[in-house]
């Protein structure tokens, strides 16, 4: 946890001193120490909700028939465990202990489909005529089908890791020479000490300061304020968006049962055999399948779940016939429910709806939100969106919990998340990185960030399910372009250097930013002048300012590299709300053979008084070819 050049003598005794300060637990939790990127130490945290990570190799997606030789420079091994075997698509498995459960063998083979998932999203082969059972039927591709993928399990059959195995994953991953590492991990905590305590912050950083590019799914804690996972800057942080295609979820004809919320024995299960059963969905800790596996072991045939949100997400329920139905339509179903002594129901045939008339994409519910919390008031968080919603991808051929009756199991699933749109941004990330090799995770970050959209195909500004207008704090720069990112024109660098200005802006002190950076001198110290308002001076491609006052000037400043035409002119425009008077200078920008970074200002007034809240807008270079857009928020106060 500890950088290479911070207290080179320090021992365990050490480490859990530092650990019983900041966490303020007597127990001693240290359980690995480290030997790559990290000098220091793990420990047993308490609580993570990250999913598994794993890999089926023997998927299609994994192909490796037109794959050439494994580069000399890859480092990592395939683990055996698990009848587990490499090729030359896949050529990295591990797996890793956990110390509270010695008696469980872990493997690299995934077990619960998330790995397999959310690996073939970012760089699976080309298979033609994918679908489950003919739902989403195509051809299945990777974001970057020529890339290699390695996989690193860090959880049990259980779906919980746990923190040691995070950052021993991010150490092996930095010593076998990944490229590109895409987080679908939850790790949410409200802690002060947020970059001392979190595992997924601290393993990005260090691959970060070795070129490596880091990215993360933001959450499914929406649609409430400040729910945004993965708050580092360093990270690429991923909301989800829906595509341009629905599904309506169906099986089976008989009676109708009323119900209330289904809770697992809450029921008369007499009534319940051989009916669909109607179910509202207040409380959240109980799944739609979860209540339906439990109707249908008293013999329920179906079930209809009354829920605004369930309606926008077409979770995999497999074999379950289940309907999502609204509020407004449940009680149209209680009404006719009451007017008769026979009521009959129908849940249809599953269905692929593509409409032809719904403007695509928005910003799904479930998708968690900025601004960023732990006191950072000048960062847009997440930093763009993906599709999240309804995506099919690979999954265990093994597993029975998601065939149809009398069917094999399918060797393509559809499941929802950021953790599915995480991966759609790591395989751009690694189609860029093979096109610009040289270039740094924050240019890389820079091209994905400013060439992302903000309009959807009607060509009106991208919105939330409930239709109103998505801001950065949903959809940060906007949805991902595919191709754009290769040719971004201008990128933001943002150095280490930066980064570690960052903590000391957070109001950490040298010793503690020692323990996350391997790159500060020992002599280093934080400059006096540090404060929460010069987060927004870092050299980030988008702009947060905080407490702007009536009439009040906030300046910051930004430094944009050409990696476009050698001799180019820039010309900034601005969209900006009523009462905010947003202003760059200079206006233009022009690059030659020498001159290949420049220096701007942006200048933010508010004008209006007895106002408070956030403003948004967005800046804008184009030389005639590219367009290099930045969002902006300001904090009125």
């Not at 970057?144 to 890791?161: K, L, Q």
């Not at 970059?195 to 691959?207: P, S, V």
């Not at 065939?403 to 393509?412: Q, R």
């Not at 503690?512 to 950076?517: A, H, P, R």
């Amino acid at each position: 946890m500890g950088g290479l050049n911070s207290r080179n003598g320090a021992g365990k005794s050490d480490h859990a001193q530092l650990l019983s300060r900041l966490m303020k637990r007597k127990e001693n939790p240290i359980v690995h120490t480290y030997n790559n990127s990290f000098l220091g130490f793990a420990a047993r945290l308490s609580e993570d909700e990250a999913k598994s990570i794993g890999i089926w190799p023997e998927s299609p997606s994994f192909d490796d028939k037109f794959m050439g030789p494994i580069p000399r420079r890859w480092k990592g091994t395939c683990m055996p465990a698990g009848n587990i075997t490499c090729n030359r698509k896949s050529i990295g498995a591990r797996y890793y202990d956990d110390p509270d459960d010695p008696g469980y063998i872990v493997m690299a083979r995934d077990e619960d489909g998330h790995g397999t998932h959310v690996a073939s999203i970012a760089a699976g082969s080309p298979v033609l005529g994918a679908s489950y059972y003919g739902q989403a039927k195509g051809t299945a591709r990777g974001g970057s089908p020529g890339a290699r993928i390695a996989a690193y399990r860090v959880v049990g059959p259980d779906g919980e890791s746990w923190e040691a195995a995070v950052l021993k994953a991010f150490d092996d991953a930095i010593a076998d020479g990944v490229d590109v590492l895409s987080i679908s991990l939850g790790s949410f905590e409200e802690e002060k000490d947020f970059y001392l305590n979190n595992t997924n912050a601290i393993g990005a950083f260090h691959a970060v300061e070795r070129g490596i590019t880091v990215v993360g799914s933001a959450g499914n804690d929406g649609p409430s304020r400040g729910t945004v996972d993965k708050v580092a800057p360093w990270i690429l942080t991923v909301a989800a968006n829906s595509i341009d295609h629905g599904r309506t979820i169906g099986s089976n004809q008989s009676d109708v049962a009323r119900a209330s919320d289904c809770i697992p024995g809450s029921l008369d299960y007499g009534k319940v055999k051989d009916k669909i059963v109607l179910c509202e969905n207040k409380n959240r800790h109980y799944r739609p399948t979860t209540k339906f596996k439990d109707l249908k072991s008293h013999g329920t045939i179906g079930m209809i779940v009354i829920d605004d949100i369930e309606t926008h997400v077409p979770f995999s329920y497999g074999t379950s016939p289940i309907a999502a139905v609204t509020e407004e339509d449940g009680a149209g179903i209680r009404t006719y429910i009451d007017s008769t002594s026979n009521a009959l129901a129908t849940i249809l045939p599953t269905k692929t709806v593509i409409p032809s008339n719904e403007p695509a994409p928005t910003i799904v519910f479930f998708s968690s939100r900025g601004p960023p919390m732990y006191g950072i008031e000048n960062l847009i968080k997440p930093d763009v969106a993906a599709p999240g919603l309804g995506i099919l991808a690979a999954w265990p051929s093994n597993d029975a919990s998601v065939a149809l009756p009398g069917k094999e199991p399918p060797l393509f699933n559809i499941i929802s998340g950021t953790s599915m749109a995480c991966p759609h941004v790591s395989g751009i990330a690694a189609r860029v990185k093979s096109w610009h090799p040289t270039w740094s995770p924050s240019a890389i970050k820079s091209a994905i960030m400013t060439t992302a959209t903000h309009r959807n195909n009607r060509h009106a500004p991208i919105t939330t399910v409930d239709g109103s207008i998505a801001t950065p704090y949903d959809i940060g720069s906007g949805e991902i372009n595919l191709f754009d990112p290769l040719w971004p024109g201008l990128v933001y660098e943002t150095k280490t250097t930066d980064y570690v200005q960052f903590l000391c802006n957070m109001g950490y002190d040298a010793s503690m930013i020692k323990l996350i950076s391997s790159t500060v001198s020992n002599n280093f110290s934080c400059p006096t002048n540090s404060s929460s308002h010069s987060i927004s001076d870092m050299n980030y491609p988008s702009v947060a300012v905080s407490g702007l006052k009536s009439n009040e000037t906030r300046t910051v400043k930004r430094t944009v590299t050409n990696v476009g035409e050698v001799y180019s002119t820039y010309t900034a425009t601005v969209e900006a709300p009523a009462g905010l008077q947003v202003q760059v200078v200079p206006n233009k920008l022009q690059f030659t053979k020498k001159v290949k970074t420049r220096t701007f200002q942006v200048t933010f007034k508010f004008t209006t008084a007895n106002s408070s809240g956030d403003l948004f807008g967005s800046f804008t270079w184009c030389n005639g070819k590219y367009k290099v857009r930045s969002p902006f928020v300001a904090g009125v106060s």
